[in-house]
């Protein structure tokens, strides 16, 4: 049953019970006249303002489902939208880490076949004074740097002005905005702790895996990651977000770059206050990482 019709009965039984508490003094019991005839003239005034009460809280309910609807079926319309283009970002994402893979992997075998020629025609040259002229190929292609193998992954706004972490309208949800500087990173792997407290002996509110290594971040472009906030924790003005965890320069994830970083966020004001003070060190130990 829709809501409104329940405010509506709800809202009738009142009425009717309030006008029968006041029925002797509305109404002339003993009397020839017809029913009708017998109600005093200002219990018509009173019938007539619980009738229009009734029919305005009937409308005023009315309207307010029909906006709760319209804005259910909005939020679920942008939940959809946004996974459309979380898909289609990620598609994205996902071919041109393909591209820069090959790109990579074409660069090195031109790289080996350039020098393992002109290593050969060095040695067919030599040969004629019975010489050979040799050096390690592996050195050489160690070298080769791309600028996908020079990324680094920071804690970052989407826009100038804007703070990095910040919560959602319903304040259930913080959203942290990360950046990856001068290339492509890979197989990002984050694990975010709440603390608060100090001297490196915090408590612990939560700990909540935000990145589990399966996608990519594109250079100079920004993701968010989120996690889930109790309500216990909107009430702490001071919390510490300590956020560690590693990151790759290449798509295989053969060197595993580690990160850590952290910011002070007030939950009660939904307010960024910036990076705070400390060892992290202290902390993982304190967290008992690895």
Known sequence: MPDYILNFLVNVFLMSFAILSVKDLIYIKHSKKSPFHRIKGMAWVLILFAILSIVFNLYRDWRADLKQEASEIKQLASEKEKKKVDSLFQDAQNKIMQLQKSTKDTIVYEVKNAYTNSIKA?????????????????????????????????ISPVIDGKPPAYLNKDKDILFINFISKDGTTYNIILTCYLLIGKNYRPTLLKADKLASGESALIVETTRTLQTNISSNILLQPEVDIFITGSFSRDPEGKIKIPFNDGFTFNFKENKYLGGFDAEYSKIRAFLKIE
């Open 122 to 154: 060095s040695n067919d040259a030599l040969a004629k004074y019975h010489l050979r002229y040799s050096d390690s190929l592996h050195s050489v292609v160690s070298t080769l740097k791309l600028n996908a193998l020079n990324s680094q992954l920071s």
